[in-house]
Protein backbone atom coordinates (compact mmCIF):
# COMPACT_ATOMS: atom_id res chain seq x y z
CA UNK A 1 0.00 0.00 0.00
CA UNK A 2 1.57 3.02 -1.22
CA UNK A 3 2.06 6.32 0.79
CA UNK A 4 -0.86 8.11 -0.83
CA UNK A 5 -3.70 5.47 0.24
CA UNK A 6 -2.58 5.29 3.67
CA UNK A 7 -2.48 9.55 3.83
CA UNK A 8 -6.11 9.09 2.19
CA UNK A 9 -7.16 6.11 4.53
CA UNK A 10 -6.06 8.24 7.53
CA UNK A 11 -7.70 11.60 6.71
CA UNK A 12 -10.93 9.24 5.99
CA UNK A 13 -10.24 7.58 9.19
CA UNK A 14 -10.60 11.06 10.95
CA UNK A 15 -13.52 12.07 9.26
CA UNK A 16 -15.14 8.49 10.25
CA UNK A 17 -14.50 9.00 13.69
CA UNK A 18 -15.81 12.55 13.59
CA UNK A 19 -19.07 10.90 12.39
CA UNK A 20 -18.86 8.32 14.93
CA UNK A 21 -17.97 10.75 17.42
CA UNK A 22 -21.27 12.77 16.71
CA UNK A 23 -23.54 9.67 17.34
CA UNK A 24 -21.81 8.67 20.44
CA UNK A 25 -22.14 12.28 21.73
CA UNK A 26 -26.08 11.85 21.27
CA UNK A 27 -25.87 8.63 23.89
CA UNK A 28 -23.85 10.43 26.03
CA UNK A 29 -25.57 12.96 26.29
CA UNK A 30 -29.31 11.62 26.46
CA UNK A 31 -28.17 8.20 27.96
CA UNK A 32 -24.80 9.26 30.35
CA UNK A 33 -25.52 12.66 31.45
CA UNK A 34 -28.58 11.89 33.10
CA UNK A 35 -26.83 9.11 35.18
CA UNK A 36 -23.81 11.55 35.81
CA UNK A 37 -26.07 14.47 37.66
CA UNK A 38 -28.15 11.53 39.58
CA UNK A 39 -24.39 9.96 41.15
CA UNK A 40 -23.10 13.95 41.80
CA UNK A 41 -26.64 14.60 43.82
CA UNK A 42 -25.99 10.96 45.94
CA UNK A 43 -22.60 12.56 46.29
CA UNK A 44 -23.47 15.95 47.37
CA UNK A 45 -26.10 14.78 49.68
CA UNK A 46 -23.74 12.40 51.45
CA UNK A 47 -20.42 14.48 51.72
CA UNK A 48 -20.03 16.62 54.93
CA UNK A 49 -21.52 19.49 55.91
CA UNK A 50 -18.48 21.41 56.12
CA UNK A 51 -16.93 20.60 52.59
CA UNK A 52 -17.50 23.22 49.96
CA UNK A 53 -15.54 22.46 46.93
CA UNK A 54 -14.92 25.62 44.50
CA UNK A 55 -16.45 24.58 40.96
CA UNK A 56 -13.95 25.67 38.47
CA UNK A 57 -16.74 24.58 35.28
CA UNK A 58 -19.98 24.82 35.78
CA UNK A 59 -21.80 21.59 35.63
CA UNK A 60 -24.18 22.60 32.82
CA UNK A 61 -20.42 23.67 30.45
CA UNK A 62 -19.26 20.10 31.47
CA UNK A 63 -22.40 18.48 30.67
CA UNK A 64 -22.76 20.16 27.07
CA UNK A 65 -19.33 21.97 25.34
CA UNK A 66 -16.99 20.21 27.65
CA UNK A 67 -18.34 16.63 26.66
CA UNK A 68 -18.76 17.56 22.98
CA UNK A 69 -15.29 18.64 23.11
CA UNK A 70 -14.06 15.67 25.03
CA UNK A 71 -15.79 12.83 22.77
CA UNK A 72 -15.92 14.95 19.18
CA UNK A 73 -12.03 14.84 19.60
CA UNK A 74 -11.51 11.47 21.02
CA UNK A 75 -13.60 10.41 17.89
CA UNK A 76 -10.96 12.03 15.68
CA UNK A 77 -7.97 10.78 17.42
CA UNK A 78 -9.24 6.89 17.64
CA UNK A 79 -10.42 7.34 14.02
CA UNK A 80 -6.51 8.29 12.77
CA UNK A 81 -4.87 5.16 14.96
CA UNK A 82 -7.61 2.73 13.62
CA UNK A 83 -7.47 4.05 10.08
CA UNK A 84 -3.54 3.26 10.65
CA UNK A 85 -4.31 -0.54 11.80
CA UNK A 86 -6.48 -0.69 9.11
CA UNK A 87 -3.69 -0.57 6.82
CA UNK A 88 -1.97 -3.14 8.49
CA UNK A 89 -4.52 -5.48 8.95
CA UNK A 90 -6.25 -5.08 4.96
CA UNK A 91 -5.42 -8.21 3.70
CA UNK A 92 -4.05 -9.85 6.17
CA UNK A 93 -6.74 -11.12 8.35
CA UNK A 94 -8.16 -12.89 5.38
CA UNK A 95 -10.06 -12.53 1.89
CA UNK A 96 -12.31 -9.60 3.39
CA UNK A 97 -13.21 -6.69 1.35
CA UNK A 98 -13.02 -3.14 2.45
CA UNK A 99 -15.99 -2.75 4.26
CA UNK A 100 -15.95 -6.19 6.22
CA UNK A 101 -12.62 -5.51 7.24
CA UNK A 102 -13.38 -1.82 8.64
CA UNK A 103 -16.34 -4.07 10.76
CA UNK A 104 -14.05 -6.73 11.77
CA UNK A 105 -11.44 -4.29 12.93
CA UNK A 106 -13.96 -1.91 14.48
CA UNK A 107 -15.46 -5.11 16.36
CA UNK A 108 -11.73 -6.65 17.46
CA UNK A 109 -10.64 -3.44 18.95
CA UNK A 110 -14.33 -2.45 21.01
CA UNK A 111 -13.55 -6.09 22.31
CA UNK A 112 -10.01 -5.70 22.75
CA UNK A 113 -9.57 -2.07 23.94
CA UNK A 114 -12.73 -1.72 25.88
CA UNK A 115 -15.09 -4.62 26.57
CA UNK A 116 -12.07 -7.06 27.96
CA UNK A 117 -11.06 -3.95 30.65
CA UNK A 118 -14.30 -3.28 31.16
CA UNK A 119 -15.44 -6.95 32.50
CA UNK A 120 -12.51 -6.47 34.86
CA UNK A 121 -12.84 -3.20 35.95
CA UNK A 122 -16.13 -1.24 35.05
CA UNK A 123 -16.30 2.39 34.98
CA UNK A 124 -18.23 4.04 37.77
CA UNK A 125 -19.79 7.10 38.16
CA UNK A 126 -19.22 10.10 40.64
CA UNK A 127 -18.84 9.13 44.02
CA UNK A 128 -17.44 6.27 43.54
CA UNK A 129 -14.04 5.05 44.20
CA UNK A 130 -11.24 6.38 46.05
CA UNK A 131 -9.20 9.68 45.05
CA UNK A 132 -6.07 8.29 46.91
CA UNK A 133 -6.33 5.05 44.36
CA UNK A 134 -6.92 6.88 41.52
CA UNK A 135 -3.77 6.22 40.22
CA UNK A 136 -3.70 2.63 40.97
CA UNK A 137 -7.33 1.74 39.46
CA UNK A 138 -5.60 3.86 36.03
CA UNK A 139 -2.82 1.36 35.64
CA UNK A 140 -4.91 -1.60 36.10
CA UNK A 141 -6.94 -0.35 33.48
CA UNK A 142 -4.94 0.49 31.06
CA UNK A 143 -2.96 -2.68 31.73
CA UNK A 144 -5.73 -4.50 31.11
CA UNK A 145 -6.38 -3.00 27.85
CA UNK A 146 -2.76 -3.68 26.59
CA UNK A 147 -3.03 -7.39 27.64
CA UNK A 148 -6.51 -7.26 25.37
CA UNK A 149 -4.75 -5.64 22.06
CA UNK A 150 -1.74 -7.99 22.95
CA UNK A 151 -3.56 -10.95 22.99
CA UNK A 152 -6.01 -10.52 20.22
CA UNK A 153 -3.17 -9.70 18.32
CA UNK A 154 -1.45 -12.96 19.44
CA UNK A 155 -4.61 -14.71 18.77
CA UNK A 156 -5.05 -13.59 14.76
CA UNK A 157 -1.37 -15.05 14.59
CA UNK A 158 -2.38 -17.93 16.07
CA UNK A 159 -5.31 -18.82 13.96
CA UNK A 160 -3.34 -17.96 10.70
CA UNK A 161 -0.75 -20.39 11.71
CA UNK A 162 -3.03 -23.17 12.89
CA UNK A 163 -4.95 -22.60 9.36
CA UNK A 164 -3.18 -24.82 7.06
CA UNK A 165 -3.00 -27.74 9.91
CA UNK A 166 -6.28 -27.76 11.63
CA UNK A 167 -8.42 -26.02 8.65
CA UNK A 168 -9.97 -22.06 9.44
CA UNK A 169 -12.82 -22.90 11.26
CA UNK A 170 -10.83 -24.69 13.46
CA UNK A 171 -7.67 -22.57 14.24
CA UNK A 172 -10.33 -19.59 14.47
CA UNK A 173 -12.23 -22.05 17.68
CA UNK A 174 -8.67 -22.51 19.30
CA UNK A 175 -7.34 -19.10 18.57
CA UNK A 176 -10.50 -17.87 20.47
CA UNK A 177 -10.29 -20.49 23.05
CA UNK A 178 -6.22 -19.62 23.56
CA UNK A 179 -7.82 -15.81 24.01
CA UNK A 180 -10.41 -16.11 26.23
CA UNK A 181 -8.49 -18.52 28.83
CA UNK A 182 -5.68 -16.05 29.24
CA UNK A 183 -7.74 -13.06 29.57
CA UNK A 184 -9.83 -15.44 32.03
CA UNK A 185 -6.30 -15.88 33.78
CA UNK A 186 -5.65 -12.14 33.93
CA UNK A 187 -8.76 -11.33 35.64
CA UNK A 188 -7.77 -14.30 38.41
CA UNK A 189 -4.42 -12.77 38.86
CA UNK A 190 -5.18 -8.64 38.74
CA UNK A 191 -5.94 -7.42 42.10
CA UNK A 192 -9.98 -6.44 41.93
CA UNK A 193 -11.10 -3.27 42.75
CA UNK A 194 -14.40 -2.80 44.51
CA UNK A 195 -14.78 0.79 46.03
CA UNK A 196 -18.95 1.29 45.78
CA UNK A 197 -19.99 2.73 49.29
CA UNK A 198 -22.61 0.09 50.42
CA UNK A 199 -25.69 2.21 50.20
CA UNK A 200 -25.05 3.36 46.67
CA UNK A 201 -28.17 2.87 44.47
CA UNK A 202 -27.53 -0.86 42.52
CA UNK A 203 -29.78 0.61 39.64
CA UNK A 204 -27.91 4.00 39.41
CA UNK A 205 -24.55 2.04 39.08
CA UNK A 206 -25.72 -0.41 36.54
CA UNK A 207 -27.53 2.17 34.08
CA UNK A 208 -24.42 4.22 34.31
CA UNK A 209 -22.14 1.34 33.26
CA UNK A 210 -24.25 0.21 30.55
CA UNK A 211 -24.58 3.96 29.31
CA UNK A 212 -21.08 3.94 29.16
CA UNK A 213 -20.75 0.20 26.90
CA UNK A 214 -23.38 1.68 24.92
CA UNK A 215 -21.51 4.75 24.23
CA UNK A 216 -18.36 2.56 22.98
CA UNK A 217 -20.54 0.36 21.10
CA UNK A 218 -22.25 3.12 19.47
CA UNK A 219 -18.56 5.12 18.58
CA UNK A 220 -16.89 1.75 17.00
CA UNK A 221 -20.10 0.41 15.75
CA UNK A 222 -20.49 4.04 13.72
CA UNK A 223 -16.71 4.15 13.04
CA UNK A 224 -16.68 0.52 11.04
CA UNK A 225 -19.92 1.33 9.14
CA UNK A 226 -18.74 4.99 8.17
CA UNK A 227 -14.75 4.46 7.52
CA UNK A 228 -16.33 1.36 5.56
CA UNK A 229 -18.00 2.68 3.02
CA UNK A 230 -15.66 5.34 2.89
CA UNK A 231 -12.64 2.93 2.47
CA UNK A 232 -14.87 0.79 -0.06
CA UNK A 233 -15.06 3.74 -2.48
CA UNK A 234 -11.61 4.94 -2.15
CA UNK A 235 -10.17 1.47 -2.76
CA UNK A 236 -12.26 -0.04 -5.35
CA UNK A 237 -13.98 2.95 -6.79
CA UNK A 238 -16.92 2.39 -9.29
CA UNK A 239 -15.90 2.63 -13.28
CA UNK A 240 -17.38 5.54 -14.57
CA UNK A 241 -19.89 4.98 -17.01
CA UNK A 242 -19.35 5.81 -20.58
CA UNK A 243 -21.36 8.93 -22.32
CA UNK A 244 -23.96 7.70 -24.25
CA UNK A 245 -23.36 8.64 -27.61
CA UNK A 246 -26.20 10.26 -29.79
CA UNK A 247 -27.21 7.26 -32.72
CA UNK A 248 -26.39 9.00 -35.98
CA UNK A 249 -28.92 9.11 -38.62
CA UNK A 250 -27.11 8.09 -42.07
CA UNK A 251 -28.77 9.80 -45.20
CA UNK A 252 -30.17 7.37 -47.77
Known sequence: MNSATVRNLLVRGMLAGLAAGVLALVVAYFLGEPNVDSAIGFEESHAPAHEHEVELV???LQSTAGL????LV????????????????LGRVGRFGPR??????????????????????PA?????????????RTILFFLMMLLGVLLAIAAVITGKRLAPRLGTWYATVVAILGFIALIGLAYAFLP???????????????????????????????????FGELAERLLNPKPAKAP???AVTVPQ
Open 100 to 121: ATALLLSGAALLAVYVVPFLKY
Open 244 to 246: ARA
Open 68 to 71: ATGV
Open 192 to 226: AINEVPADFPATLLWRFRLSTLALQITLWTGFGLV
Open 58 to 60: SRS
Open 74 to 89: YGVAFGGIAALAYCFA
Open 124 to 136: NPPAVGDHDTIAQ
